[in-house]
T-cell receptor
Framework: GQQVMQIPQYQHVQEGEDFTTYCNSSTTLSNIQWYKQRPGGHPVFLIQLVKSGEVKKQKRLTFQFGEAKKNSSLHITATQTTDVGTYFCAAFSGAGSYQLTFGKGTKLSVIP | DGGITQSPKYLFRKEGQNVTLSCEQNLNHDAMYWYRQDPGQGLRLIYYSQIVNDFQKGDIAEGYSVSREKKESFPLTVTSAQKNPTAFYLC?????????????FGDGTRLSIL
C-alpha cells in the first residue's frame, strides 16, 4: 500500500532557530495534509496542499508541495516554545483510495 | 459547540476480555475513522466508515470490530483476538469519505492491559 516517509523523527532546536520536516511518497499524490499534535493531545489539522508546486503560509509556518506532487515540507521560522509537538503529514493518493496515509511524524522540542 | 467525544479517556482490559471504545460526533460528518497510535509509529488506520451502515477495514483491522448504526456514533470493540492492544486510540471524522477532506479528532482513549 501507500507509504509515506517523514524525516527527521526527532528535532531539538534552540528557541529562535528554524525547523523543517520533510515528507516523501513513492507515488504521485492527489493532495497532502499537515497536522500538529501537542504533547498529550490529539492531532489538529493545519493545512491541505493540492496543486503542484503550491506554497502556503500561516504566520511563521510555510508549507510546500513538490512539483512532482511526491513530496512536501513544513518549515517553521524562528521557533517558539508554543511550536512544541509532533508534526504529521498525511497523504492521499486519490487512486481508488478513500483513506489518508499518515507519516510517522517529526517530534519537535524547543529549548528556551 | 461541535466536536468529537471519545470515552472513556483511560481503559484497562483484562486478558480474554472484549472492550468497547465510544466515539460520538455532532459535526454532522458523514465519514468516521478509528486510528491506533503507538510511540514512534504515527497513526495507523483500523477501520473507517463513509456512511451509516457501511464500513471498511483499514491497514490493521485484525482483532477489532466496529459498527455504524447511527451517523453520530462509531464505536470500536477491541476483542480478545487483539494480542497487543495497549495503545492510544483516536477517533476522527470528516465531511466526506475521501481523503481530500480535513479530519477532526477526538481527545483519544488510552487502553492498557491489566
Amino acid at each position: 500500500g501507500q507509504q509515506v516517509m517523514q524525516i527527521p523523527q526527532y528535532q531539538h532546536v534552540q528557541e529562535g532557530e528554524d525547523f523543517t520536516t520533510y515528507c516523501n511518497s513513492s507515488t504521485t499524490l492527489s493532495n497532502i495534509q499537515w497536522y500538529k499534535q501537542r504533547p498529550g493531545g490529539h492531532p489538529v489539522f493545519l493545512i491541505q496542499l493540492v496543486k503542484s508546486g503550491e506554497v502556503k503560509k500561516q504566520k511563521r509556518l510555510t508549507f510546500q508541495f513538490g512539483e512532482a506532487k511526491k513530496n512536501s515540507s513544513l518549515h517553521i521560522t524562528a521557533t517558539q516554545t508554543t511550536d512544541v509537538g509532533t508534526y504529521f503529514c498525511a497523504a492521499f493518493s486519490g487512486a481508488g483510495s478513500y483513506q489518508l496515509t499518515f507519516g510517522k511524524g517529526t517530534k519537535l522540542s524547543v529549548i528556551p | 459547540d461541535g466536536g468529537i467525544t471519545q470515552s472513556p479517556k483511560y481503559l484497562f482490559r483484562k486478558e480474554g476480555q472484549n472492550v468497547t471504545l465510544s466515539c460520538e460526533q455532532n459535526l454532522n460528518h458523514d465519514a468516521m475513522y478509528w486510528y491506533r497510535q503507538d510511540p514512534g509509529q504515527g497513526l495507523r488506520l483500523i477501520y473507517y466508515s463513509q456512511i451509516v451502515n457501511d464500513f471498511q477495514k483499514g491497514d490493521i483491522a485484525e482483532g477489532y470490530s466496529v459498527s455504524r448504526e447511527k451517523k453520530e456514533s462509531f464505536p470500536l470493540t477491541v476483542t480478545s483476538a487483539q494480542k497487543n492492544p495497549t495503545a492510544f486510540y483516536l477517533c476522527a471524522s470528516s465531511i466526506g469519505g475521501r481523503g481530500n477532506q480535513p479530519q477532526h479528532f477526538g481527545d483519544g482513549t488510552r487502553l492498557s492491559i491489566l
